[in-house]
Each structure stands twice: as structure tokens, then as C-alpha cells.
Nanobody, 116 residues
Framework: EVQLVESGGGLVQPGGSLRLSCAAS????????MTWIRQAPGKELEWVST???????TYAESIKGRFTISRDNAENTVHLQLTHLEIEDTAMYYC??????????RGQGTQVTVSS
């Protein structure tokens, strides 16, 4: 059974930082693209970032230069470092197996709230 468990969300002030983690199990982690997506209240699901099995990365324009995706294939984890957070980054963040347009499972999510 595929499991994706996110952690690391929380309440942070504008300009602050958080590090999200996703622990994966139930599949050959090192063979798959991994993606972070988010959904703000009342808005559609939004692609954030993707990392391929060898570590090449892509980012949405809205977060480029502020967020960094990484993975540890030995630990079956994928991370998203969030810096210079803005109020507009408030959302539920999910990790998912696959790439945007071809996503398989996603986790339960971790809430990021940016507020002063």
C-alpha cells in the first residue's frame, strides 16, 4: 500500500521559513517523480514543484527562488524548504507521487498558515 505522510507545517509570520517533509512507503521511491502541490481555501489545486528520480527540479513561477525541493532516496523522503513566506502561500500542502498531469496518490497534507 502506498503511503505518503507530510509533516512540518505550521503558523509562521510573513518572511518566515518552514521545512516540509514527506515520508513515502509502499513503492520504489527512487524510481518516481515526486511533486508538491497545494490548495488554498476556496481555490483550485496548484502545482508547486517537482523533482525527478535523479534530483532535477522544476518550480512554479509564483514560488521560484523562495522554495526548494529535495529528496533523499535512501530515506524515502522528499522535502520542501519554504523561505520568504507570503500570506498568499497559506494553503494545505500535499506531496504526491508522479508529476503534474500524471499524479497518482497524495498524502493527507500539512497546513501552512502565513499570518502576522
Amino acid at each position: 500500500e502506498v503511503q505518503l505522510v507530510e509533516s512540518g507545517g505550521g503558523l509562521v509570520q510573513p518572511g518566515g521559513s518552514l521545512r516540509l517533509s514527506c515520508a513515502a512507503s509502499g513503492f520504489i521511491f527512487g524510481s518516481f517523480y515526486m511533486t508538491w502541490i497545494r490548495q488554498a481555501p476556496g481555490k483550485e489545486l496548484e502545482w508547486v514543484s517537482t523533482i525527478n528520480p535523479v534530483g532535477d527540479t522544476t518550480y512554479a513561477e509564483s514560488i521560484k527562488g523562495r522554495f526548494t525541493i529535495s529528496r533523499d532516496n535512501a530515506e524515502n523522503t522528499v522535502h520542501l524548504q519554504l523561505t520568504h513566506l507570503e500570506i498568499e502561500d497559506t494553503a494545505m500542502y500535499y506531496c504526491a507521487r508522479g508529476f503534474w498531469g500524471n499524479l497518482f496518490e497524495r498524502g493527507q497534507g500539512t497546513q501552512v498558515t502565513v499570518s502576522s
